[in-house]
């Protein structure tokens, strides 16, 4: 277990990224998962992701306004497509005119360790990017901070 990963990096192109994919998706939510490499120095965890896999939201079509499901199917093949020292970091979603926060359904569905980014979509515009990982401890998001490289 990852004592505390406190910075995800992420570089501007992965970052439109995941707004552009917000925004077509809107008003549902977009999913996806990110790949990189986890980074310690100085006691301090970063987090760099090196790339995205956007996957379709399998959550019930009138149900993706406000929610997010990724495949077992989607996870395995990210899982196996893992080499050279890259995992599966975590993934990102979009929240339509909600903020940029995890909802309750995010905590009881979330696992520890993995990081999850959130862009909040509001009328159809871009807002604010966050990222958090769920203490395993207190079950409750940390929100970690985010840095576009």
């Not at 008003?27 to 986890?38: A, K, S, T, Y």
């Amino acid at each position: 277990m990852i004592d505390s990963i406190s910075i995800l990096e992420i570089p501007e192109s992965l970052a439109r990224q995941i707004r552009d994919e917000g925004l077509a998706a809107y008003p549902n939510e977009c999913c996806g998962i990110m790949f990189g490499r986890d980074l310690k120095t100085d006691g301090v965890t970063r987090r760099t992701v090196e790339s995205l896999e956007p996957v379709r939201n399998e959550f019930e079509s009138g149900e993706q306004y406000h929610r997010f499901s990724i495949s077992p199917a989607d996870l395995m093949k990210a899982e196996k497509a893992c080499s050279g020292g890259l995992m599966v970091l975590g993934f990102y979603h979009s929240h339509p005119d909600h903020p940029a926060r995890p909802s309750e359904y995010d905590r009881e569905h979330g696992w520890p360790f993995y990081s999850y980014v959130i862009v909040a979509i509001a009328k159809g515009e871009s807002k604010l990017m966050t990222s958090w990982v769920l203490e395993e401890q207190t079950e409750q998001f940390k929100e970690q901070t985010v840095s576009v490289m």
